[in-house]
Every structure is written in structure tokens, then in C-alpha cells.
């Protein structure tokens, strides 16, 4: 079984729509983070998650929020879909370290398109 | 300004052939890292080597080596033997903080084409 999860894999909605992206991790990781990924500008920082109580915005977080229900659970959600929300959505994990290697383990990605 | 730079929007190498894909970054953070990741056309994005700002020495995993020159702020992977599967999107990131957290920023990406 894959170590982070994401639900769905594929989304169509229409503009305006409520929709909200899961990610699940069995990695026992305390951080947390949704990016987003357009053609030619690589993955950007939407929200990152410490640990459970600390969530924090990342780099284009308008029109975004996060929940951590859990240390294993992290969800983005859409308040109301617009075209330009259409993109690559990976969720990723890594361990709480201070420094040193840091790899982040990635989600297969949500393909979500807005129309 | 651009942290992580990848000049290379497209690359096409002959199979078996080593190609280097080009990676630059701009940070003042004397502790950081610098990774490559794998995109290939399903999309999932696969780890492939990591190199610390202290490592004396260049990362290698295999097929890849990362060739760091810390004064010139590139960190340059390279592929040795190239195969028909290595055709993918590849993505170097650098791992910074950001007001006590840590975070990574990633480039453009390349897209590397191996041809037969």
C-alpha cells in the first residue's frame, strides 16, 4: 500500500463548487503540505502543517484552507472553485527533523480541473 | 527573485549518453539542501539524490551524482548512461527556512526527452 494517499485522483467541477482534496499518510510524519503544480512553474506551497495545532500559509494560499484532522490526515479545501484553480495537487510528508536531509515523500497527485 | 533556476525548459539525449540538467539557486542561508525529484508522465514525483550545503563530498545514488559547486550556487544533476525510462520532468528543489521553518522551493523543471 502506497505510504500517502490522496482522494480523489481526478476531480471535475464547475466554478463556484465547494470541493475538498484528502490526503492520507501511514509514514507516522508530523509534517504536512499541499502543493500545487502548473505547466512550466513547478510545484508551489499552498499550506504546510507541523504538527496537528500548526498550520501555516505558504506561498499562493488565496483562495485555499487546510484542516489537520489528524497527524495522519491533511485536506485542502476550495471554497468556491475558479477556473485558474485548475492544476496538479500533491500532497507530501516528512519527518520533524532541525535539520539536515529532509525528504519530503509525495502523494500521486490530484488532477483537478475547473471549469 | 528566483531561488531555484533551471534554464532548461526541454532537453533531448541520445540512449546510453550522460546528460547533466542544470540547476542554480540563490539563497543567504549558510544551512540548506538541494534535491532532485523525478516527474515521469504518470506524474507521481519520485526522490532521487540529496545534497547538503556542508557535504564535502558530491551526492551519488547510482545512475545519479550531483555535481555541486557551492561557490557558483549550482547543483547540477547528472545521469550517467541514459536510459529510454529516465525520460521524464525533473525537478531540483532547495530546502530553506523560512522564519524558523523549513520548506523546500522548487524550480521550473526540465523536461528530458531520451531518444533510441
Known amino acids: 500500500d502506497a505510504d500517502v494517499t490522496q482522494t480523489p485522483r481526478n476531480r471535475i467541477t464547475k466554478t463556484g463548487k465547494r470541493i475538498m482534496l484528502e490526503c492520507s499518510q501511514t509514514?507516522?510524519?508530523?509534517?504536512m503540505y499541499w502543493y500545487r503544480q502548473d505547466p512550466g512553474l513547478g510545484l508551489r506551497l499552498i499550506y504546510y502543517?507541523?504538527?496537528?495545532?500548526?498550520?501555516n500559509k505558504g506561498e499562493i494560499s488565496d483562495g485555499y484552507s487546510v484542516s489537520r484532522q489528524a497527524q495522519a490526515k491533511f485536506s485542502l479545501s476550495l471554497e468556491s472553485a475558479i477556473p485558474n484553480q485548475t492544476a496538479l495537487y500533491f500532497c507530501?510528508?516528512?519527518?520533524?527533523?532541525?535539520?539536515?536531509?529532509?525528504?519530503?515523500?509525495f502523494g500521486p497527485g490530484t488532477r483537478l480541473t475547473v471549469l | 527573485a528566483q531561488k531555484i533556476t533551471q534554464t532548461q525548459p526541454g532537453m533531448f539525449v541520445q540512449e546510453k549518453e550522460a546528460v547533466t540538467l542544470d540547476c542554480t539557486y540563490d539563497?543567504?542561508?549558510?544551512?540548506?539542501?538541494l534535491f532532485w525529484y523525478k516527474q515521469p508522465s504518470s506524474g507521481e514525483m519520485i526522490f532521487l539524490i540529496y545534497?547538503?550545503?556542508?557535504?564535502?563530498q558530491n551526492a551519488t545514488e547510482g545512475r545519479y551524482s550531483l555535481n555541486f559547486q557551492k561557490a557558483r550556487k549550482s547543483a547540477n544533476l547528472v545521469i550517467s548512461a541514459s536510459q529510454l525510462g529516465d525520460s521524464a520532468m525533473y525537478f531540483c528543489?532547495?530546502?530553506?527556512?523560512?522564519?524558523?521553518?523549513?520548506?523546500?522551493?522548487f524550480g521550473q523543471g526540465t523536461r528530458l526527452t531520451i531518444n533510441p
Open positions: 528543489a532547495m530546502r530553506e527556512s523560512i522564519q524558523g521553518a523549513q520548506k523546500l522551493v
Open positions: 545534497q547538503g550545503s556542508y557535504d564535502q
Open positions: 502543517s507541523f504538527d496537528v495545532k500548526d498550520i
Open positions: 539563497t543567504s542561508d549558510p544551512s540548506y539542501g
Open positions: 509514514k507516522g510524519h508530523d509534517r
Open positions: 507530501a510528508t516528512s519527518d520533524l527533523l532541525g535539520g539536515g536531509f529532509n525528504e519530503q515523500f
